[in-house]
């Protein structure tokens, strides 16, 4: 069955660095694109950012873009968040998701068919 | 901030139907597919709906989906205790390159 497992949260002091990982089984993971996605206490979800299946494509939230950087390791079917200059504002939980993602002549579909159970990220002094 | 737009709540006894309206734009809703997910605190989040329309397996056909220019509707009949949860539309904002949820709606079972 489809696999999804996190690691690497915790507490983190603001202007540190985590890295998140989620550790992928049950399915090919190099077919599937995947996402990170958080939801910070008493908020909604809010979507972070995508790697493609091969890691060619990424993007990002705009607030975290140029702090966080998404990749992956085919070969360990694990992909990763790395978050640096970290600020009270991150603090969240993590769920890793994957995107069957296809695209046909006029548009992509995106959307998370499997999540992982979430990881806290505390930033806090 | 978000782009889509979600009722903070509804409700409805059991039995009863409740529909979840999420309002985009052109840049998303309006041109690409939504899907939909259902979220009970503390729990991976659940996808209900993908491509606009299509449920997953094991998804019962309470739920459905539909769609009008640059909004998408939930629908879930037959209210049960174990449809309360917090509902999120998202889909892809082809002006932003990025992914976006709605604000949320928490339906309640009366």
């Known amino acids: 069955q489809v696999q999804l497992v996190e690691s690497g949260g915790g507490v983190v002091q603001p202007g540190r660095s985590l890295r998140l990982s989620c550790a992928a089984s049950?399915?090919?993971?190099?077919?599937?694109?995947m996402h990170w996605v958080r939801q910070a206490p008493g908020q909604g979800l809010e979507w972070v950012a995508f790697?493609?299946?091969?890691?060619?494509?990424?993007f990002y939230k705009d607030s975290v873009k140029g702090r966080f950087t998404i990749s992956r390791d085919n070969s360990k079917n694990t992909f990763y968040l790395q978050m640096n200059s970290l600020s009270a504002e991150d603090t969240a939980v993590y769920y890793c998701?994957?995107?069957?993602?296809?695209?046909?002549?006029?548009?992509?579909?995106?959307?998370?068919?499997?999540w992982g159970q979430g990881n806290l990220v505390t930033v806090s002094s | 901030q978000s782009v889509l737009t979600q009722p903070p709540s509804v409700s409805a006894a059991p039995g009863q139907k409740v529909t979840i309206s999420c309002s985009g734009s052109?840049?998303?809703?309006?041109?690409?597919?939504v899907s939909w997910y259902q979220h009970l605190p503390g729990t991976a989040p659940k996808l209900v709906i993908y491509?606009?329309?299509s449920r997953p397996s094991g998804i019962p056909d309470r739920i459905s989906a539909s769609k009008s220019d640059t909004s998408a509707t939930l629908g879930i009949t037959g209210l049960q205790t174990g449809d309360e949860a917090d509902y999120y539309c998202?889909?892809?904002?082809?002006?932003?390159?990025?992914?976006?949820f709605g604000t949320g709606t928490r339906v309640s079972v009366l």
């Open positions: 052109s840049s998303n809703i309006g041109n690409n597919y």
């Open positions: 049950g399915f090919t993971f190099s077919n599937y694109a």
């Open positions: 998701a994957r995107d069957p993602r296809y695209c046909d002549s006029t548009t992509c579909s995106y959307y998370f068919d499997y």
């Open positions: 491509d606009t329309y």
């Open positions: 998202g889909t892809w904002d082809s002006s932003l390159s990025t992914y976006v």
């Open positions: 790697i493609s299946y091969d890691g060619r494509d990424k």
